[in-house]
């Protein structure tokens, strides 16, 4: 399995993806559609004959339409603990449900997890300088 | 966001440990007889705890260096401390001479026939760690078992031993199976849902309308009990294959839902099979503290 880029999410942000087009149903709730797929020389053919849809088109229910509506800019982080304040949920599972949902958006090109700055690289392992003194302890360490 | 600061009481397979607050299991392996779980606090593995039951005793000290030493290379230590007792039933020994000092301790509980390992995954305080060690306390093969999950909290008569847990994202099921006696037939099965987002999931419904909603086409709904926030119904339908149809054996499914209002949650206990149908294990309104040490007074009154 492919895995993407490590993001921080106190750093990272969420937007809509360039070209998608966002509209309320008469029940208030958002509907969202990507950016048309141009398809190119024989896979255009292809596509016409297996009938792949132009354009990616979801409707979120009450509780997406309100995650989406909170992307003012605000972390990954801050906005996890903001779901899980509004459905009274604990923060992990408010930071998985939010993993999930934007994992969604994200493989269908509707929003783009931006990082507003690169992750700290992890810190080296601390190793002891000097070599421990074997002791009577550890009779199984022996000397080459 | 609510951050919980009551007791935070991790029940299990029968062993119970009063874990620090923030601390959550996040790997569970194994059955009654033996098995582990991993805790941790936030991304911070914290300790892992695993259980075996067997009639020998163990001499603790032995149990303990054989545990360090298996872990010693891992850590990086050089030096196993002597052991060190922990209570009337435990020891602890420490990992000293590496980059990072861990800790490992043992505990027999002989009432259960239980003896469990506590191995300390990143440096702690020490104080933190006994008192976990010492806090735990476990149950006999034929008693009745609290058990307390993410969650899910109920008290269970004896011989009720769990299958599996799912964990997702607003919602954890938990299913259990009944062992008469101790013996290897089945005979009932519990299922425990707990949802998260109640109101969104009802949706202005009562509980009634809902679980009928979720029945099957054939069964039949009838109603024993419903108030605005709990609900008992049973759910008659043919029989699961064709022996127990053509013996005229219908399936029944036993349920049990209510709503917790505070925290928007709404568990749905379900029991089907032959045995005799648990009542509602909805938990009394009061601290989880309260309602186990009720229950450990009550286990050795006459």
Known sequence: ?????????????????????????????????????????????????????????????????????QMDGRSLNQLAADLGQHLKLSRREAETALADFTSMLVKRHLVDVVALKPLDPPAEPVRDPAPRPRTSLSPQTTSP | MTRVDVPNLLAWQGCLHDLPPGWEPVGMYGSWRKGQVIIAEDRRPRVAIAWERRAMTPVLERTANTVAKAHRRAVGASQVSPPEPCGPDGVVVRLVGGPTEIAIGVRRVAQAQATIVYRQLSPGPMVEFRRLIMATTAVADDEAATWSIHGLRVDLPPYWRTEGIQVLAGFVRGVWFHYPHGKQRVDSVLILRRYACASHLLAGRDLVTWLTSQAEKQEVTTVHDTTATSAHLTLTGPGRTWWRRLRRRPQVRHLYAWVDSESDRLTVQETTGDGEPLAGLRPRVGSPRCAFLSTQEATGMP
Not at chain 1, 5 to 22: F, K
Not at chain 1, 30 to 57: D, F, H, N, Y
Request: aromatic share 4%.
């Open chain 1, 1 to 69: 399995m492919k895995r993407g880029q490590t993001l921080d999410p106190r750093a990272s942000v969420l937007r809509l993806a360039t070209g998608v087009e966002s509209s309320l149903t008469d029940t208030g709730l958002l509907r969202l559609r990507a950016a048309p797929i141009k398809p190119w020389g024989p896979l255009r053919a292809l596509a016409w004959l297996l009938r792949v849809p132009r354009r990616a088109e979801v409707e979120l229910d009450a509780i997406g339409t309100w995650v989406i509506a």
